[in-house]
């Protein structure tokens, strides 16, 4: 299999880490210029504590958050067989499986390590995949855990919560040093903001690079397609209700589930025979065709932790 854009992934991956923490030890230098050592850093260590408790805690919220089961082997044993599999293909221990009840359909992927890892799936996904394409959406999730995506992402979160520290620190300054910190205070809030856009753009990558890790680990590419096409389908039919419940965990799904409506537009064109699956065939088609996606839809994505859909499906046209 060839991969010929991984390469441009991983740069751009490199350069927005760079830029990330170029930004966090800008504004580190400048604190110790204008004021030593003393305040702000204090609140930038806070930061790393709320992390740190953030680590630690995450997988006890998810659970809480969505209500998740662990069940056996002998509760459900096709689940833990394609787990089991995908783990040993991925040479990680295999992860804990859960369910979550909730009929929104989605999979997955928390945990403080590889080996501390956990996969759930909803009641939704089972009731809306066949098993190919469950088996695609688990193996985006088990990348997840082999590419330790938890706590990368934990780490760079860092960067932009300590500027905010940084930033409120300054409000408490008396201001001395011709107005230092009031400089200060205004840089680190625009880092602030630039640095969670670097957050979520390297969040979409590590989407990209969990996609193609499903495709690594066996999966065809149309069934990965496919199963995600009916993610969003099944998204956006999702009450408000319900989307209200599970938003602030939305960045752990395998689609953003808050964006599901403004995709179906873009989407549909890309099954070409409406029969609410990608094929294929039509996947092969998909690769040699020009794909549109909306103006919209662009400005939505830079704020989202998920690629945009008809973006994914066309690069895993190529991943065949």
Known sequence: MKISSSWKLNLR????????????YAIITAIGYYFGYGGPLTFAGFAFLVVFAQYLLGPKIVEA???????????????????????FKANIPKPK??????SIPNAFAYGRSKGNGHICITRG??????????????????????????????????????????????LFSDGDREGGAALIGFVALIAYFIGNLIVLFVSRIREYYADEGSV???????????????LVYGSARASDNELKKVEGLKAFFANDISDAKNEIDD?????????????????????YTKTRVSTGSRIMEIFSTHPNMVKRIKRLSELG
């Not at 499986?97 to 909730?102: F, L, V, Y």
């Not at 690594?216 to 009916?230: D, F, H, I, M, T």
Request: hydrophobic residues 45%; contains cysteine.
């Open 65 to 87: 958050t969505m209500g998740v089961r662990y069940v056996s082997p002998e509760e459900a044993p096709k689940l833990h067989e394609i787990v089991e599999d995908l783990a």
């Open 13 to 24: 991956l490199w350069l927005a880490t760079v830029l990330l923490f170029g930004l966090l």
């Open 97 to 102: 499986i859960g369910i979550s009840e909730t």
């Open 125 to 170: 996904i089972l009731n809306l995949l066949n098993e190919n394409e469950l088996k695609a959406v688990l193996g985006h999730e088990m990348s997840h855990i082999r590419h330790s995506d938890m706590v990368v992402m934990t780490l760079l979160s860092v960067v932009p919560l300590i500027c905010y520290y940084i930033f409120i620190s300054t």
């Open 216 to 230: 690594e680990l066996g999966n065809q590419p149309n069934y990965l397609a496919s199963a995600l096409y009916k």
């Open 267 to 287: 989407i549909r064109s890309m099954d070409l025979d409406s029969d609410g699956s990608i094929s294929e065939s039509e996947l092969a088609q998909i690769k």
